[in-house]
């Protein structure tokens, strides 16, 4: 397409139409800016807009694309004459459907490719939203040796038999944050309540603690086969504390 030869044209029909430029930008529902460049040959128009550019305008699709208007039509009474087309404007009309095909494919591929782009940029949203809440909710299980253990009894009364409370504290040795998952499991000779230990990359490096209720003060005590064991696993080992082989569970509970 040459702009200055489909820009003057365009001027010539629009005003042949009677319309102004904006009234053709509203037509269209574009600017008033967008049809001066078209005009003035700054510019062409979109594949896209050719089809309802040419309703408006009053003129087929291949005198836009060429810049020039057809020849005139044949009158009907020489169409039998030899060498004369057998239909008026059959060539444009062929020619104009043709570039309809083309348009509407030039669309669909381009609608294709932004809904490809789109399923693109979700895909990786959704992988960076998995990245940051793996990181920050769960994180990697941390090793041994970058969290210190604290283990404390309180005798806080704050649990539902008034007995003492386990507290476990960890602290993280290289300034990473931790997060602590715990799992209890139901035994017949106790409780086992296992801690995993994970160092997120979103964290503050604060102490984070955990607690735990013991059944030592029930009255009557505890039967003596009964224990609670505690298992914290880190990355590379585990360590198994006993409540009972702490001293918790005495004969008076």
């Known amino acids: 397409m040459d702009a200055v030869k489909t ?36 510019s062409l128009p979109d594949i896209a ?3 309802a550019l040419s309703e408006v305008l009053g003129i087929s699709i291949t005198e836009i694309v060429t810049g020039e208007r057809a020849a005139a039509a044949v009158p009907a009474a020489e169409a039998d004459a030899p060498g ?31 809904l490809r782009c789109a399923g693109i940029a979700l895909a990786i949203a959704a992988i ?3 990245a940051f809440y793996f990181l920050y909710f769960r994180g990697f299980s941390a ?4 969290v210190d253990l604290t283990v404390g009894i309180e ?21 990473r944050g931790l997060r602590v998952r715990s799992k209890h499991e139901f035994g017949e000779t106790g409780d086992v309540i296992r801690l995993y230990v994970y160092e997120t990359a979103f964290r503050d490096a604060a102490e984070d603690a955990f607690t735990w ?11 003596e086969a009964f224990d609670q064991i505690i298992r914290v696993k880190c990355r590379d080992q585990e360590i198994i504390y006993s409540m009972r082989e702490e001293g918790l569970f005495d004969e008076n509970g």
């Open 7 to 42: 820009g003057k044209l365009i001027r010539a029909q629009r005003v042949e139409q009677g319309l102004t430029q904006q009234g053709l930008a509203d037509a269209l529902n574009l600017s008033a800016t967008a049809i001066s460049k078209w005009e003035n040959g700054h």
């Open 49 to 51: 807009m050719l089809e």
């Open 84 to 114: 004369i087309a057998e239909e008026p404007g059959r060539e444009n009309r062929d020619a104009d459907a043709a570039i309809k095909s083309v348009i509407r494919e030039s669309l669909r591929q381009r609608r294709k490719g932004a």
């Open 128 to 130: 960076l939203f998995a």
């Open 143 to 146: 090793p041994r040796d970058a």
């Open 155 to 175: 005798q806080t009364g704050g649990t539902e038999n008034g007995g003492p409370t386990w507290v476990i504290r960890f602290v993280s040795r290289d300034g």
């Open 213 to 223: 209720g013991c059944v030592g003060g029930q009255p009557g005590g505890v039967d």
